[in-house]
């Protein structure tokens, strides 16, 4: 066994065996690069990444490739979701040099961690246009060892790039204090991506893009643009009839690998699901649709039934692989699906796509090419009928793939990733009134209070029975604007002071006043090569913006001058990036957007306020501040509004309310 045998991520444990020599990010690795002057691999991953096992499987594994990289170099094994700085900083020299990124992540850094090189996935033989692995460890050996100018001329490159744009950008607000920005021409660049046949983004392979579709909505609502939230409807439609969707047991892969959305890259991540939930709230808000109900309902029962922990956190995700292959679990022979269905079997492949010679590589992936109301009439069946009927069937198939090789589950937990799974289910509760989600939620919430916060710090993950690391601005972010969501749904006001303390602990330890600047870090490691930014959306929103919205939030609930202040500085310091790629900065385009409609203030004040307030957060308004409260208050938006014995609801924007409405 390497270095990695007493770790106890479940990414360095994958590789605790592996011949190579790998050590985790730790001073005695980098004390060895110093010492011994030789270029540290640095390879990034997690647990359920699937080119992340190939490439082991491939390389790692292979006993002549670990005897080349233990003699010229020091390899240190990274998990991405243990160390988001890490893989911030190196994410960001990979897209520099190869213009893309990607897991695994391999960087090949000088002893004093200044990178030089960067890429993803190499095969073990020269193919996809790409070098060897072992042609490439020979390249970067001989330029380190034989000519080592030219790799230090290239780490100084690097650097001088990760550098720009780090100065101080001034404020650019209009004479109300608002952020100038062209939202319009935002939209009309984001609008070439969309794909009209299929939904989504782009033509190639397909991720959610969460935030890119919730500003979408948000546009289609301000600007009064049926057709673009039209697009983001028939979007979730195509996800939910592909392979991306699992049409069994509920719950979305990471991505599709087709235009189509039917061909999955298998894992499930916590995170896209909790962002889905969310996005299928406000689908249902919108349309009143039960297709979305339905998958708000599958989802949370593939969360509880594969997910919870015992102590009541969501774990992080579900490989991809098992016995060997990708996807296999997930995947259907005609035989079986005829033995387990029967006579039902008929019908079924028909609504799912299914052929004798299989669907993707020779077996059959299910998705849907006929909705249930149409499989109804097609078999002359009432709708209550053939729904009831339908779900017996997928019930039994459930039960059947459950007895296969289980999937590997990543089984430490994020703050982050819980948080925005809260607020997921805490937007299904609103949305739907049903209270399962919101309990669902509360439990989590509990449970991330008492596991992840100590002395008034929090931590970032929670293994084997304890918290690690401290929390990034995106766990924390996250945190708050689960808080708030939980609020809304609950409309429990100690909910809202623990999100401003929360809100005060960031400013306090993550901004940069002077340059209105948002850090992923409490401070600056002695292993980080700089102090990474948060900034753009990823994988997840930009925890800046989910941050400086959550400011204007509390700022107008209570009565927080200082922090709309604050988020209105940042807001023009950014405005100028709303020019790059926008599929980057869709979190920062709806935070821009609510700042230029106005916020939706919709405040119930009287004896029955908490349940009208409950009715009130199933429409759908973003950038809404929804608040209830039973008696008088002195907080801004409560203030000289109570009238003895009635329940009034006051709705107002931009420094402008309708009448009361008594409720």
Not at 153 to 174: H, I, N, Y
Not at 386 to 410: C, G, I, P, V, Y
Not at 536 to 542: G, I, Q, V
């Amino acid at each position: 066994m390497n270095h990695l045998q007493n770790e106890k991520s479940p990414y360095l444990l994958q590789h605790a065996h592996n011949p190579v020599a790998w050590y985790p990010w730790s001073e005695e690795a980098l004390q060895k690069a110093r010492r011994e002057d030789k270029p540290i691999l640095l390879s990034i991953g997690y647990s359920t990444c699937h080119w992340c096992h190939v490439m082991e499987h491939e390389s790692f594994e292979d006993e002549q490739v670990a005897q080349y990289m233990n003699a010229h170099f020091v390899s240190i094994k990274v998990d991405r979701e243990e160390r988001p700085d890490l893989d911030r900083i190196y994410m960001r020299v990979c897209e520099l040099l190869t213009g893309s990124g990607g897991w695994p992540l391999n960087v090949f850094l000088t002893p004093d961690l200044r990178p030089f090189y960067a890429g993803t996935y190499f095969p073990p033989e020269p193919r996809y246009g790409r070098m060897s692995w072992s042609q490439l460890l020979q390249m970067i050996a001989y330029n380190f060892y034989e000519k080592r100018e030219v790799v230090e001329r290239e780490a100084e490159r690097v650097m001088k790039a990760l550098q720009q744009g780090r100065s101080s950008t001034p404020s650019a607000l209009d004479g109300e204090g608002r952020p100038e920005v062209d939202l319009a021409d935002f939209y009309d660049r984001l609008q070439r991506f969309f794909d009209r046949e299929w939904g989504g983004f782009g033509t190639g392979m397909k991720f959610p893009q969460v935030a890119s579709q919730e500003f979408l909505l948000a546009y289609a609502h301000a600007r009064q643009k049926k057709e673009t939230a039209d697009f983001v409807l028939f979007t979730l439609d195509k996800m939910l009839q592909g392979g991306i969707y699992d049409q069994l047991g509920g719950g979305f892969a990471r991505y599709a690998t087709d235009r189509a959305w039917r061909i999955p890259h298998f894992e499930k991540m916590l995170y896209d699901n909790g962002l889905l939930l969310g996005l299928l709230s406000d689908a249902y808000r919108i349309s009143g649709s039960e297709r979305y109900l339905r998958a708000l309902r599958e989802t949370h029962a593939f969360l509880e039934r594969e997910m919870r922990s015992p102590e009541g956190g969501f774990y992080s995700a579900l490989d991809a692989d098992s016995e060997g292959k990708e996807g296999v679990y997930y995947l259907w022979s005609m035989q079986e699906l005829r033995e387990q269905l029967g006579e039902d079997a008929s019908w079924f492949t028909q609504m799912y796509a299914c052929r004798e010679e299989g669907n993707w590589e020779g077996s059959n992936i299910l998705w849907r090419l006929k909705e249930p109301e149409q499989m109804a009439e097609e078999l002359g069946l009432e709708l209550s009928d053939f729904l009831s009927r339908w779900e017996k069937a997928k019930e039994k198939l459930l039960a059947f793939r459950q007895m296969r090789f289980r999937l590997h589950r990543d089984e430490k937990i994020l703050l982050g990733w819980n948080a925005l799974l809260v607020s997921g289910l805490a937007k299904a509760a609103q949305a739907t009134g049903d209270d399962s989600f919101g309990e669902s939620a509360e439990k989590a919430l509990s449970f991330l209070r008492e596991a992840f916060e100590e002395g008034g710090d929090w931590y970032h993950l929670w293994q084997q029975g304890r918290g690690e690391q401290a929390a990034f601005l995106t766990d924390l972010a996250y945190l708050i604007r689960a808080f708030i969501d939980l609020y809304e749904w609950k409309q429990e006001f100690a909910l809202l002071r623990e999100a401003e303390e929360i809100a005060e602990y960031v400013l306090k330890h993550f901004y940069e006043a002077e340059m209105h600047r948002f850090y992923l870090t409490k401070a600056q490691g002695s292993d980080l090569i700089l102090r990474p930014e948060e900034d753009r959306d990823s994988e997840t929103p930009s925890g800046a913006a989910v941050f400086t919205a959550s400011l204007l939030y509390l700022a107008a609930a209570l009565g927080r001058e200082d922090f709309s202040a604050t988020a209105r500085e940042v807001l023009g310091a950014l405005a100028a990036r709303l020019k790059d790629f926008p599929l980057a900065w869709a979190s920062w385009a709806s935070v821009y957007l609510a700042e230029q409609e106005g916020w939706n203030e919709l405040v119930v004040i009287g004896p029955k306020a908490r349940g009208a307030a409950r009715e009130l957060a199933k429409e759908y308004h973003p950038a809404r501040i929804l608040l209830s409260n039973e008696g008088p208050s002195e907080l801004p938006l409560f203030k000289d509004r109570y009238q003895e014995g009635k329940t009034l609801l006051y709705r107002c924007r931009n420094f402008s309310c309708e009448a009361p409405v008594e409720v």
